[in-house]
């Protein structure tokens, strides 16, 4: 028996729900799997355009030719190749998945600061619309942990790769003590600070997260292959936009920077050059409603004057932090503003059931939508959507515009 | 000939002006002189008391077993001595005078906020009545350059006596870089960051003053008398609140402190251990609506916690700085707020006449008094003091309370 053709597997995706229980349905994912590849993500253009038709209706129409002249522009010859079955078989052979937006285990909320900024990042003096602060289309994860759960309560720890001995202990300690009180450690896999705090949360035995730019079948770089496999084999994973094979780009990292403060409550800088991409990260994170903690350090050393810069500036919003209890302070008030104090800070998904989680997933963040709209999105019964959207009002999580359901607004910062 | 005893020279005090020539009244310094000794600076109550009937009437009061019964506790037995000549001359001996309010080198604005807190505070909770935020009764200055003009410009450099090799480093090249610069570094002459950064302000060629909580005489600690007269060698000067022999007691550093912060424009603390005097000091400078500058460290050196705390207040005001331009730039930003930016920060008393200036330093600071009082305290014709106070007026310096003249109050904190 042959494999589906692509052709196939999108007509099929028209026609059958887009998830069920709790996984996208098969020719969704291989949808958002060829798109994954064809595009790049940083795109704030191209996301809107396939978050508006969505995903099938999107690879359907570059396939075609029909898409927007901008779209075909930005995916090129690659809207003619088809490598999506053999991307997700890859992807298996080395324990790895796609995630999709319809999976239980995508981190709706978490992502939710990328989706705002997407749709509101409107600035048409925006210096460079191919970096934009856009959701990811899909994430590459290999690991056995649910995504989602593995984030939920997660601190991004980065810093320079010429990093100090100082700066590796601290961002060591740091990954250790955080792992040891059940929080993720997130960052980037790169020398210096990343990999230190990495290797502090394998030391306590904790999961840590390393958000690659590459696929999650290659290691960079090359000398952490052994840290990144000890790290699945740990419980913890390896994240990724682009798909199996992907090549470590220079300019990903700038793109995939906006993934580590999106998963995360808070990003801490450890170590940073002044004007140095950890300060962009931070910066990045500030601008999504997220923490940003900075560890201080000698003044007479270059490798602190970027902490330092963050920490000075007036409105900037950086935190001194010197220990793991400061740090998890810090994020951890974020999560009482969402909830009630408890044990382990829940989210108000919590408590959702499967189909009132699937319909709030497919509420759109600008412009309402009828509920049979949504209950097609979300693969239910349109009656069973209009059973659960008050539930899902009352808790603030959807609003009626008047014409339609969409997102609620997220709350005020704290 | 013999000198005029205490008594005779305080009836003359009594007739003559308070001030010929921008200098005090001899018998006016003498009874200040008395003061020094037989108070302890830091009562709140005792200050008011001698502001309220002056410095001559408080002498004979205290003499006479006249003054109030909590005035009299608190001198004891010190009222029946007299070692003010002996102690005028044994500081002239040593190269050191008594500055007094009543000098033009008294450092007037930068004490107006301790003017301001001694009137103000009154919390009848305070915790510690003898260690209050009060102006000194005189102080007494070794070395040869006017206070006013040598504390103009001036920043105070504090921290730990048990530093680090960093802690050190950093206090001298902030010593050197701020003398370099034309600014003035005041601290406390005790081991550790204190002498640090006089000795960086010394390496410079630059003027440093010393503020001791024990006589100009003596060398606190011993081991630093050569660094202290160097200092006064190289135009710098030892400032005291205590007479010529003051023995340094544990509880004078503390009421010593106030004045660190008090005559400089702001307080840069450059390594602390958590819960310190350092710290303490910081706050005071803060109350005063001094600048507090910290300099962080290693988050791993005990010596740095009390730094990391003082800027993770949140509403601390304590601003981190790196080096001497970061320090310069936080403290001359005060000396715009009270003139055009100019080459030097100009103090709004610069501009005016002898008389004027006596006639301001005259006013009270809350109850209103007449130009004729005014103009027997600063030893002028009230027809002078009449002609001077509409223009102290328009300089916002003082103001008409309906009933008298008192000093206008502290502009807003910037």
Redesign the interface.
Known sequence: MTAPTLDEDLEDALAGPAAVGGSAAPALRRARAWLTRATEPGSVDLWRWIDDVGPVAAVRALRAGTAPEQARALVGARAGEDASLADLRRADRCGARLVVPEDDEWPALALHPLTVAAHTGDDPGQRDRTTALVPPVGLWVRGDPPLQATVDRSVAVVGARASTA?GE??AADLGAQLGERGWTVVSGGAHGIDVAAHRGALAAGAPTVVVLACGVDRSYPAAHSAVFARIVDAGGLLVSEWPPGAAPHRHRFLVRNRIIAGLTRGTVVVEAAARSGAQATARRASGLGKQVLV??????SAM??GC?EL??EPEGGA?????AA?VIEAVGSLGDDLVAPAERPASPRDGLSDVARRVLDACPVRTGVSAERLAAVAGCDPLEAVRVLPALELADLVQWTGTGWRLAPPRERG
């Open positions: 100082y202990h601290v560890v201080p350090g000698p003044v007479t602190s004057v330092h920490l000075r935190r001194l932090v010197g220990n400061q």
